[in-house]
């Protein structure tokens, strides 16, 4: 098992305090850091220098639109060739996509103009841009279907298989010596679903979801205890926060939680107006008393100074553009539900963002009933050892029936169900 600090919507100096805490109580124990694709080129290379500073060598590299230059810069520091041969990167990238196109990228040799470009710019020798063309640009990369937060809602029945064979194909075109993994993202949850991702050919399996409900996550107790209670269908998509002028949604949980209608009213107003100046008076009357419970004037306020610490440069078109500085007022709503989700701040719970899939219905349905139905007991460890042992429980019994079967003996309990155990309980089948 191997954990990956999500960092959609960090400060940079955030992450590096991140680093220095994780290194330090980790010891030798792996982990990855997570980059997530913004579009600013110059966050980019700021983050991927930290990261290549403090000696972080894996990261996770999601929702990409497009392979960057300092992506790719960052695959190939320290490239070389072994004595025997072998090519090696130190630096390895765990790409995440739903989709083909974006994949077939990252499943590839980087593109020849950006290695002349990185060639040209002094950050990587000829020799290594030669090296370069041997290795796809991710070590690894998951196909992540109908997800908590970013998602395309992908079937995963459907995503896992195509990413596997254009996995195969640019594998055989480019003669890789280690062809790359194809992990499967979004709707895990169960023993079940892992037994079945692995029965369709993915090499590993991420959960996000459920990982929030433990107590390990760092969200409040109030979040947890919803995240316990949701169905599959208690999730929506509601705007993003980062990228909200786009379009770009994001899953929640609606179970308990108004934020994806009250966030989904914003964009629609934002759509259908040009500032905050031109809004109707009942459409400002409904927002500062519904919504924001506050002025929009204050809020102009809070936003501005948030700006300020958080991106100065997104703060500027805003104070000239109108349109520009409805959006940003706007998204400091979605910012400040996230907030007092992780704070727990009952006072807003109404208004909580809490990125959710239906994975965490499915935990739920499993775990009903059993000691994993209370999120106080829901360990990190626990709940992934259940997923696991229980996928191979499942595969085996599998197994186990189809030779009873071909020995036409029928199984009295055909449909057997691997239901949560302690810790303590696998351990005598794990030696
Ligand atoms: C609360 C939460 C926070 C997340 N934060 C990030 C993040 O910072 N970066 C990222 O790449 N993915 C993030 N994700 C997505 C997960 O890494 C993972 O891809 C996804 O949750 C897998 O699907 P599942 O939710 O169905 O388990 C987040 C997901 C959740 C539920």
Redesign the pocket.
Known sequence: MIG???????FLETLEKVIVQLKSELADLPFGM???YSGNTDLEWATLKMYITHGIHRI?A??FLRLTLPLVAYRLEGIQRQADGAVICPNQIIA?TSRLEIARQFLSPPPEKMLRDLVNQNRITGDQAALAETIPVACDL?A????????DNRAAVSLLPSMIDLRDALAETFGYDTPPGIGL?????TPRAVAAAFTMGADYV???????ACVE?G?SAAVRQMLAQALQTDVDMAPSANLFERGIKV?VLTRGTLFARRASRLYEIYRSHESLGSLPADVKNEIEDKIFKNSLEAEWESTREFFSAYDPAQLKPAETDPRRKMGLVFRSYLGKAARWAIAGDLSRQKDFQ???????GAFNEWAAGSFLEHPESRDFKTVAMNLLFGACVVLRRQQVMQGLARAGVLPQDFVGRFRPMELTEMEPYLT
């Open positions: 990956f600090f999500g960092s959609a919507g960090l997570n980059m997530v996770s999601a929702g995440k998951t992540e279907a109908d997800s908590g937060g970013h998602t993202g979004g709707g895990i949850a991420l959960a996000g979801s459920i990982h929030q996550s969200t899953q809490i990125w959710c899939g239906p994975a965490m």
